[in-house]
């Protein structure tokens, strides 16, 4: 069974950082491609970021490319991302979510081609 659960949101001024995890259990983390989604309340659920099974390709969605950054540590089964520069629009639950078919350095931002996700995690930039 893989599990997926995040960690790391909270509560933080406009401008602040903060950086979530997520731990995958039951399989090896090296053969999943992992992005990050949000979702503020009465919003879609949102693409924010992706990284392929190798580490070699990312994307981000325009609204956070220069200030958030995905990476994976394959030895701790890891993914994290480090959110700079925050806003209130960054407002939402992250979610973390594992594509266990795609091709070693392919990233994808179609929610319908994850596995597997976590519970999520708040994360709240007040102004």
């Known amino acids: 069974q893989v599990q997926l659960v995040e960690s790391g949101g909270g509560l933080v001024q406009d401008g602040g950082s903060l950086r979530l995890s997520c731990a995958v259990s039951g399989r090896t983390l090296s053969s999943s491609a992992m992005a990050w989604f949000r979702q503020a309340p009465e919003k879609e659920r949102e693409f924010v970021a992706a990284i392929s099974r190798n580490g070699g390709s990312t994307d981000y969605v325009d609204s956070v490319k220069g200030r958030f950054t995905i990476s994976r540590d394959n030895a701790k089964n890891t993914v994290y991302l480090q959110m700079n520069s925050l806003k209130p629009e960054d407002t939402a639950v992250y979610y973390c979510?594992?594509?266990?078919?795609?091709?070693?350095?392919?990233?994808?931002?179609?929610?319908?081609?994850?596995?597997?996700w976590g519970q999520g995690t708040q994360v709240t930039v007040s102004s």
């Open positions: 979510a594992a594509d266990l078919r795609t091709l070693i350095s392919s990233t994808t931002r179609d929610a319908r081609r994850y596995d597997y």
